[in-house]
């Protein structure tokens, strides 16, 4: 047996250590969790037994694991039983606890209907179907990976939704079977491979992000810059997950993510016909889930101590390789594409290498378990952990650093003594959080030491990033200016290709990288499933903002002009439409095709070709024909732009702020949880122990990726895609990065907050809320208590203590990007600086060069008010109200008037009369620009919110009064609501 059977055989035996289905056959099972499946598997798989050495490591592993996330339970003395009191009898009262919230969910009916006999034969038959057997032997790799990545799919139809969740101990509902196993299978596979069983935490990430992903003349290349950023840095998980297995990253999860699975199928060898049903296996279009640039730049691993430094040396050579290689093809299809000679010492090529060597940036750090030292039945000895960590951690008085100093700490090492009752003894496994802690602290002190290297670039420079040469076919070109390169590479390129350059860009090596990245990834995607004519993902500004007309012609199409039907007919290539437009299309007919798929593309190209103001008059003559011949209306022009980013994300992976951790008792079963209590009244120590926060947990760790995985991957994209008119560009972790069409942008932004932390204030039965506020004919997603139920599965989300920050920019589609893409940053951050977090900002970029601030908190009392009677669902009601043809738009210039004219808030010595007196103006305002009683009723209301709103959200708006607030209000509500953006409305004058 080689050490790489030795080790992928550990991982395969971790696996089948505990049943899944453990919490639903536990104390129903005369044979124990361990006969059954367990027992079944084992003796397909290791019909000889399991030999010692490996038994040893998986014991060891699941140790620690369980001491890491569930530190000390109570047990009677000397024996192995747990006291009747803290035994849960799960299939009659399940009960689920939010890691992160301490939300429950319980299922009513419980589970008792589930034959426990059946419950095994199932998952039994589930596990023996994943094992990889090619020749007739069992490939113990493969057989890991697919337990792995299949395990946690649901068996069979009656499990539902709880297969995914189902907890590792039903005392302790706070953490799934999965975590357990994922995190068994990583320490004793690092057991398995390290000479001393020792594992450590490593963490690695890749730069720069922002500047790269910024540089951007297109929205195409924006997406090409988020995509590859997350293609290289799969690339370098991708070294672990060969090496150690992916169930060695903890951050993110990797499960379910196409990338991944394109790399379970193609290169592992793990059987197609297990992805078959996978939508990106299917879906033969540019809406396949694979052009999803969903990874974030690093990642947190647990890996052998001894092979470390190898480990991560391999990731930043292979990161690099994969760079170089990526580059030099993208040389090669340019000089095709220029119909140049390939010779290798044309300078493009060592330009290209030279340009890309330290590319991308990677840090790494890593910690030892070995800092702490394992002893027999004692408290494991943490001197050297100590000494380590100190440096870290500002002096006090003589406090032990961290973790290590703290409450938690004390009531783990202490021994606390019940009668007749012990706890476990603390092993290493306990002192993850401290290990961590000092990770953090390691890897965030490597990056302020930023790798700098010279690069001697001459004459001009790139036309995108503006730092590196062009890539040339000869060296004395790069002196000559602007507007004398006839005969340069990318001259040619522009002629011949030009959606790989415009006329006169010249790119350097990374930037060329990008730019082709869009046709080339189509290539890669080819591989996997047939994907048609599509030859480069294009996604537009100018689609998005077409798609709100797009959208309206579909519901009643009519047949196009001739003239129209031939010019598009001229274009080979298709826009990136939103998933919901393009489901439209699907039983949509030639025209509606061509219309949807390449008049974006017509009128963009006819704009970059654009020279001299005729062409312009041109492009405005070909755009009215449309208007009278196509929409009716002047088609839509412009877009939004989201970005999402989760509020303190640090904090929640280190759970350094006491509001983001829950007590030991809190985490725990309420039945057992109610008991403990009671039996703490008259025992100050489990008093003080139920009552301490827990610190981070591996299985936290994986909860917060776990949910930021179903975010990312499936939720978000829902809401963009499926729900509203949107075209999701990035999405890794807790950021979002989205193009969304006007109309749809409100709701949009209002439904990734709500699902991002599982919450829906009022209920989510609320129809109206869905209807009004959404948008949606009925309720799309069931959403609460920290979860979100989508397509026959739970999801667990962040929870409702976790909170986001949202900037949107409305932006014209001819704007620069550049400058569109600054303003979003600025907006995001004004939401979370100015809006004290939790909030949303949106700043509107009128064509015309003025601009409209808006920053507003999402929730001003999240426990008591509706969804409707939110600050979102206000301003949408109130754009809702303008577009209707109760309101006069004219009400919003009105009270702009007016309230310039108003006192400060400080002219006024009482707030709530402050707010009283605009109320009754507001609402006299709303009522004499309405027309028709119950729309005078209606709108009043609106006004006098709107006051009460303008003093509530008073310090969390950016701006230093009320009247002030009002007017960012109602200028962004006007706006979304002029003409043609929500079905059709008379103009109504009175437009600025
Ligand atoms: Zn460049």
Not at 265 to 284: A, D, I, V
Not at 313 to 338: F, I, N, P, S
Not at 417 to 443: E, I
Not at 731 to 748: F, H, I, K, N, R
Request: include cysteine; charged fraction near 25%; aromatic fraction near 8%.
């Amino acid at each position: 047996m080689t050490i790489n059977d030795i080790f992928w055989r550990t991982k395969v035996a971790a696996w089948v250590h505990d049943p899944a289905e453990k919490a639903l056959v536990l104390l129903r099972d005369p044979a124990g969790h361990e006969g059954g499946t367990v027992a079944r598997l084992k003796e397909q798989l290791f019909p000889a037994g399991l030999p010692t050495e490996v038994q040893k490591f998986i014991e060891k592993a699941d140790h620690w694991a369980a001491a890491a996330d569930r530190p000390q339970f109570p047990r009677e003395k000397d024996g192995g039983r747990f006291q009747p009191w803290a035994q849960v009898r799960f299939a009659e009262t399940p009960e689920l606890v939010h890691p992160l919230s301490g939300e429950r969910i319980t299922i009513k009916q419980g589970f008792t209907d589930l034959d426990p006999a059946h419950l095994k034969a199932v998952s039994a038959d589930h596990f023996e179907s994943l094992i990889v057997k090619p020749n007739g032997d069992i490939d113990w790799r493969a057989t890991a990976l697919a337990f792995w990545r299949f395990g946690p799919e649901r068996p069979a139809r009656d499990l539902n939704l709880l297969w995914y969740l189902l907890p590792a101990d039903t005392r302790v509902p706070d953490h799934t079977i999965w975590a357990h196993l994922d995190l068994t299978s990583a320490l004793a596979g690092a057991f398995a491979a390290d000479p001393s069983l020792t594992p450590a935490l490593l963490a690695m990430s890749f730069g720069p992000v922002q500047d790269f992903i910024a540089q951007a003349r297109s929205t195409s290349d924006l997406w090409a810059g988020s995509h590859l950023l997350s293609r290289l840095a799969w690339e370098g998980m991708r070294v672990i997950c060969e090496e150690v297995g992916p169930d060695s990253i903890l951050f993110p999860q990797l499960r379910g993510v196409p990338l991944v699975d394109f790399w379970l199928q193609q290169e592992m060898g793990l059987p197609e016909e297990l992805f078959k049903k996978l939508e990106w296996r299917k879906r033969g279009t540019d809406a396949n889930p694979l052009f999803a640039a969903a990874l974030p730049n690093r990642f947190l691993a647990v890996v052998p101590a001894s092979q470390v430094r190898e480990l991560a040396e391999t990731v930043k050579e292979q990161v690099r390789a994969w760079v170089q290689d990526e580059a030099r093809a993208a040389v090669e299809e340019l000089l095709r594409a220029g119909n140049i000679p390939h010779q290798e010492d044309l300078p493009c090529f060592t330009q290209a290498k030279r340009q890309l060597k330290d590319f991308p940036e990677v840090y790494w750090a890593a910690v030892p378990w070995s800092l702490v030292k394992e002893q027999d039945r004692a408290v494991p000895d943490t001197t050297e952990l100590a000494a380590a960590m100190a440096p870290f951690f500002p002096e006090e008085d003589n406090e032990k650093p961290g973790f290590l100093g703290s409450n938690t700490w004390q009531v783990l090492s202490g021994n606390i003594d019940l009668d007749g009752v012990s706890f476990y003894c603390p092993n290493p496994g306990v002192l993850y959080p401290a290990l961590y802690d000092l990770l953090d602290r390691v890897a965030a002190a490597t990056k302020s030491v930023r790798p700098f290297s010279q690069i001697s670039e001459r004459g001009y420079r790139c036309s995108l990033c503006g730092e590196r040469e062009w890539l040339t076919t000869e060296r004395k070109q790069l002196d000559l200016p602007p507007g004398k390169r006839d005969d340069t590479l990318w001259a040619k390129i522009a002629k011949k290709k030009p959606s790989w350059a415009r006329e006169g860009e010249h790119l350097c090596g990374l930037c060329a990288m990008k730019r082709l990245w869009p046709s080339r990834f189509v290539e890669v995607v080819r591989r996997a499933v047939d994907i048609g004519d599509v030859r480069r993902y294009v996604v537009s500004t100018h689609t998005m903002a077409l798609a709100t007309s797009l959208g309206q012609w579909l519901d009643d199409p009519t047949s196009l002009p001739p003239w129209l039907s031939a010019q598009l007919q001229g274009y080979q290539e298709q826009a990136a439409l939103p998933r919901s437009l393009a489901a439209q299309l699907r039983d949509a007919d030639e025209d509606a095709n061509l219309l949807c798929r390449r008049l974006p593309i017509l009128l963009d190209t006819l704009r970059e070709a654009a020279k001299d103001e005729g062409d312009y008059e041109q492009i405005r003559e070909v755009e009215q024909k449309i208007k009278e011949e196509v929409f009716g209306h002047r088609p839509e022009a412009y877009y939004g732009l989201i970005m999402m980013d989760g509020d303190k994300m640090g904090a929640w992976l280190s759970g350094s702020e006491e509001k983001f951790r829950l007590s030991f008792g809190e985490t725990w079963h309420s039945q057992v949880k109610a008991k403990a209590f009671e039996l703490a009244r008259d025992n100050e120590a489990l008093r003080q122990y139920l009552t301490t926060s827990r610190s981070p947990s591996p299985a936290r760790h994986m909860a917060i990726s776990g949910a930021l995985n179903g975010f990312s991957l499936e939720l978000a994209r829902h809401v963009i895609e499926d729900l509203y008119r949107g075209k999701l560009l990035y999405s890794g972790g807790d950021d979002v990065l989205a193009m969304v069409s006007v109309d749809d942008l409100l709701p949009t932004m209002l439904l990734l907050r709500l699902v991002y932390s599982g919450i829906f204030p009022g209920g989510d039965d609320d129809t109206d809320a869905w209807r009004e506020v959404l948008g949606q004919q009925k309720k799309r997603l069931d959403i609460g208590r920290g979860h979100v139920r989508h397509r026959k599965r739970l999801y667990r989300m962040m929870g409702k203590d976790a909170t986001a920050s949202t900037g949107a920019v409305i932006a014209h589609h001819t704007a620069p990007l550049a400058m569109v893409l600054r303003t979003l940053r600025q907006t995001e951050k004004r939401a979370k600086n100015e809006g004290g977090r939790d909030a949303f900002s949106v700043t509107l970029l009128k064509r015309s060069g003025s601009a409209v601030e808006l920053t507003c908190p999402w929730f001003v009392n999240k426990e008591m008010e509706s969804l409707t009677a939110s600050p979102m669902g206000l301003l949408i009601r109130l754009r809702n109200a303008f577009a209707g043809p109760g309101l006069s738009r004219r009400a919003a210039y009105l009270i702009q008037d007016w309230a310039a004219q108003l006192p400060g808030e400080k002219a006024m010595t009482d707030p709530e009369q402050h707010e009283s007196m605009l109320a009754t103006s507001l609402a006299y305002q709303f009522r004499r620009q309405s027309k028709g009683e119950a729309a005078q009723m209606n709108n009043a209301r609106l006004g006098k919110e709107l006051a009460r709103l303008a003093r509530t959200s008073q310090g969390r708006t950016g701006r230093d009064n009320p009247a002030a607030f009002m007017t960012d209000f109602l200028a962004v509500a006007e706006f979304l609501a002029r003409e043609g953006r929500l079905g059709s409305k008379e103009e109504q004058g009175g437009s600025r």
